[in-house]
Antibody
Framework: QVQLVESGGGVVHPGRSLRLSCAASGFSFRSYGMHWVRQAPGKGLEWVAIIWHDGINKYYADSVKGRFTISRDNSNGTVYLQMNSLRGDDTAVYYC??????????????WGQGTPVTVSS | DIQMTQSPSSLSASVGDRVTITCRAS??????LNWYQHKPGKAPKFLIS???RLQSGVPSRFSGSGSGTDFTLTISNLQPEDFATYYC????????FGPGTKVD
């Protein structure tokens, strides 16, 4: 079945870096764009970044632009999120999700279980 | 940027109730509107695309409607497993989620 599994979360000091991974299985990974979405404690869902199926086009939320980098390896079905210059407001559960383009809309399906990131001194 | 709002932010309901959640976009998004269900500690679940298209496997008690700037998610005959937070999300431009509506 289609599955996404995130890893790489943890506790990190402000200003440091962390790289998240999302391993995909059960579908043709190289045919789909992939997203990262986060949820800070007590807050709602916030879209973070998308990478197109071919890895060429990438877009970011203003809150992470210049600090985070999304990438992918189509040979092993994995999408990454490199997070640099981390701040306290980056503390969140980070989810990866597949982008599905239905023509009349595009949506996130499925989602992984998430990996928690805590930025604290 | 397109902003999304939802009302109410939370609501109390009972099993068997009919629940309606409203989502509003700051500009016309046609029907580029999706709905998700999220339970604590779980992966968010995709429910509805294009404002009203029910995802395969989602119970028919869920329905969506609207176009332009105003949208609704309706849950008829609320079931115990439906207690969750619901988010709308516009796909007209860079993805933006609404702030969520908690159903408890």
């Amino acid at each position: 079945q289609v599955q996404l599994v995130e890893s790489g979360g943890g506790v990190v000091h402000p200003g440091r870096s962390l790289r998240l991974s999302c391993a995909a299985s059960g579908f043709s990974f190289r045919s789909y764009g992939m997203h990262w979405v986060r949820q800070a404690p007590g807050k709602g869902l916030e879209w973070v970044a998308i990478i197109w199926h071919d890895g060429i086009n990438k877009y970011y939320a203003d809150s992470v632009k210049g600090r985070f980098t999304i990438s992918r390896d189509n040979s092993n079905g994995t999408v990454y999120l490199q997070m640099n210059s981390l701040r306290g407001d980056d503390t969140a559960v980070y989810y990866c999700a597949r982008n599905v383009d239905g023509g009349s809309s595009s949506w996130f399906d499925p989602w992984g279980q998430g990996t928690p990131v805590t930025v604290s001194s | 940027d397109i902003q999304m709002t939802q009302s109410p932010s939370s609501l109390s309901a009972s099993v068997g109730d009919r629940v309606t959640i409203t989502c509003r976009a700051s500009q016309n998004i046609n029907t580029y509107l999706n709905w998700y269900q999220h339970k604590p500690g779980k992966a968010p679940k995709f429910l509805i695309s294009a404002a009203s298209r029910l995802q395969s496997g989602v119970p028919s008690r869920f329905s969506g409607s609207g176009s332009g700037t105003d949208f609704t998610l309706t849950i008829s005959n609320l079931q115990p497993e439906d207690f969750a937070t619901y988010y709308c999300q516009q796909s007209f431009s860079t993805p933006v989620f609404g702030p969520g509506t908690k159903v408890d």
